[in-house]
């Protein structure tokens, strides 16, 4: 399977910023492990950060016209304010995207229980730290019948 991880604003900072909320792990503990499951399953993994909101939705529409077999996303705060993401995962319907959060957004403040892009999403793993990810690849795998 051919999957794009696409991790948005202050996600880079993981183990950095708020370790009680996020773990002290870094974003490079966090990539190695994607890679290694991807490694294990056989599957190619496209590994992508930014903080700008477009690049993110540049990045969904890629991967729709690249090929690949589905999207795991953590928007970060973007899942709580952007239209433009949602509106992006909407539209490359039917493939799927699984959107993943370190956190547990409904234990916290009241508006990171607002996801924009959720109700286009295949499933949401929240609250699981790093094995979200591996968990949202898992998921995509066994909607494709992988």
Not at 111 to 122: A, D, E
Request: charged share 25%; proline share 4%.
């Amino acid at each position: 399977m051919k999957f794009m991880v696409i991790n948005g604003p202050n996600l880079n900072m993981v183990g950095i910023r708020e370790p009680s909320v996020y773990g002290k792990k870094t974003y490079g503990e966090l990539l190695k492990m994607i890679r290694e499951e991807a490694a294990r399953q056989n599957d190619e993994v496209t590994l992508l950060q930014s903080n700008h909101e477009g690049d993110l939705v540049d990045w969904i529409q890629r991967a729709y016209f690249d090929g690949y077999d589905g999207i795991v996303i953590n928007p970060g705060g973007y899942t709580h304010t952007s239209v433009a993401i949602a509106d992006a995962v909407k539209a490359i319907a039917p493939l799927p995207v699984v959107e993943v959060h370190i956190s547990d957004v409904e234990k916290r403040e009241e508006f990171r229980k607002i996801s924009y892009l959720r109700p286009y999403c295949l499933a949401t793993f929240a609250g699981y730290g790093f094995d979200g990810y591996l968990m949202a690849m898992r998921r995509i795998r066994e909607h494709s019948g992988a």
